[in-house]
Each structure stands twice: as structure tokens, then as C-alpha cells.
């Protein structure tokens, strides 16, 4: 089928940590990834995204590549702050464009 | 920075009742979209609409629902008939569509609806 698959939340972290949220994904061919990130309160945004395979998507330092071989898409941040503290959301494009997300993964991070 | 807006933020109804969520997306965007999320479940697709229909909708978006743009900025989402499994938070999404289709939607923030 087509679906996204993220790693279990909630993550807590002391600020300074280093980040991996897992996300993989199955479709038939390649489709476009994202991550999108919910700070509390506000709407879905948009983190990073990568439209083929081996793109990497950067963006406010964390970082994911689109890798075909093991079908993932996993999320890295070298160094958490406290302002990361959010719901973070991995997505995949189908059909018309709507998207397929995963169930989302809570981070805390703490000072 | 031109955002999606979305109203109201909370919605409380009777089970049974009619409701119309609320959205302004982004003035120049073409394509719209509704997703749900149900307390500690995925963010689910429900429609996109463009070009005053609707071009896919989910199995979850059935007779009960129904998506309107009636005028130049608004675009609702209607539930007929809410059930205590419509309680959700709603989410709306545009994007823009000109140009070659990019493939960034925008989300508004959100209404929460609680069906009781």
C-alpha cells in the first residue's frame, strides 16, 4: 500500500543533542517527501522537503535524504534547541498532490 | 507573509448537527485542501478542489461532507450530519499551482471539532 511510517514519539532531549527522527515511506515510484513541523498552537509548516531520489532537503539545520534503497527519509538535527520543541510530521505526495503523513513525533527538548 | 487562515479555532456541537468549517487560503492559490487528524492518529487526506470542483477525495470524505467556495476567498467544509467519530482537528491547505505545479501546500492552523 501507500503509507508513511515514523518512529514513535514523544523523543526528549537536552538541548545540545543530536536528533534522529526515523520516517519511511512505500509507493510505487518516487514520489516527493517532506517533513512539516507543528510548533504548539499553530498550523502544519513546511521544514524541508526533496522531490527525487538522493536530494537532500536542509533547512534551519536539520536535514533529510531522500534515499530510494531503503525507502526513508529520515529527519537529523546535529544540535537541538529548545525552540525545536514541536510535532514533527513526515509526508509523502500521491495522486493530485494531496499528501500522506505520518502519525507525527513529538519532540521536547529540554535546557 | 501571506498565511491560511482558519475558523473558528474550536468547534462544539451536538451530534447530529450541522457544522461549516472555515478557511481563507492563500489569495493567489489554486488548489485547496482538507486533511483531519483524530486525537493521536494520522493527519488524513479528505479533498482537494480546484477549479470550483472537486478533483479526489478520500474514502472517509462521504456523503456526509461536502466543500464549497462561494466566494472569491472562502472555503468551507461541511459535515451534514456530525457523528461522535467526526471529532477531529481540521485542517485546510492551499497551494499555489501557477507556473508548473510546485508541490509545497500551506496549512492553516487548524479548528478543533468536538462532537458531543
Known amino acids: 500500500g501507500n503509507s508513511v511510517t515514523q518512529m514513535e514519539g514523544p523523543v526528549t532531549l537536552s538541548e545540545e543533542a543530536f536528533l534522529t527522527i526515523n520516517c519511511t515511506y512505500t509507493?510505487?515510484?518516487?514520489?516527493?517527501l517532506f517533513w512539516y513541523v507543528q510548533y504548539p498552537g499553530e498550523g502544519l509548516q513546511l521544514l524541508l522537503k526533496?522531490?527525487?531520489?538522493?536530494d537532500k532537503g536542509s533547512n534551519k539545520g536539520f536535514e533529510a535524504t531522500y534515499r530510494k534503497e531503503t525507502t526513508s527519509f529520515h529527519l537529523e538535527k546535529g544540535s537541538v534547541q529548545v525552540s525545536d520543541s514541536a510535532v514533527y510530521f513526515c509526508a509523502r505526495k500521491q495522486g493530485q498532490g494531496n499528501l500522506i503523513f505520518g502519525k507525527g513525533t513529538k519532540l521536547s527538548v529540554k535546557p | 507573509e501571506p498565511e491560511v487562515t482558519q475558523t473558528p479555532s474550536h468547534q462544539v456541537t451536538q451530534m447530529g448537527q450541522e457544522v461549516i468549517l472555515r478557511c481563507v487560503p492563500i489569495s493567489n492559490h489554486l488548489y485547496f485542501y482538507w486533511y483531519r487528524q483524530i486525537l493521536g492518529q494520522k493527519v488524513e487526506f479528505l479533498v482537494s478542489f480546484y477549479n470550483n470542483e472537486i478533483s479526489e477525495k478520500s474514502e472517509i470524505f462521504d456523503d456526509q461532507f461536502s466543500v464549497e467556495r462561494p466566494d472569491g476567498s472562502n472555503f468551507t467544509l461541511k459535515i451534514r450530519s456530525t457523528k461522535l467519530e467526526d471529532s477531529a482537528m481540521y485542517f485546510c491547505?492551499?497551494?499555489?499551482?501557477?507556473?508548473?505545479?510546485?508541490?509545497?501546500?500551506?496549512f492553516g492552523p487548524g479548528t478543533r471539532l468536538t462532537v458531543l
Open positions: 509507493a510505487t515510484g518516487y514520489p516527493s
Open positions: 491547505a492551499s497551494l499555489i499551482g501557477r507556473g508548473g505545479m510546485t508541490d509545497t501546500q500551506y
Open positions: 526533496a522531490t527525487k531520489a538522493d
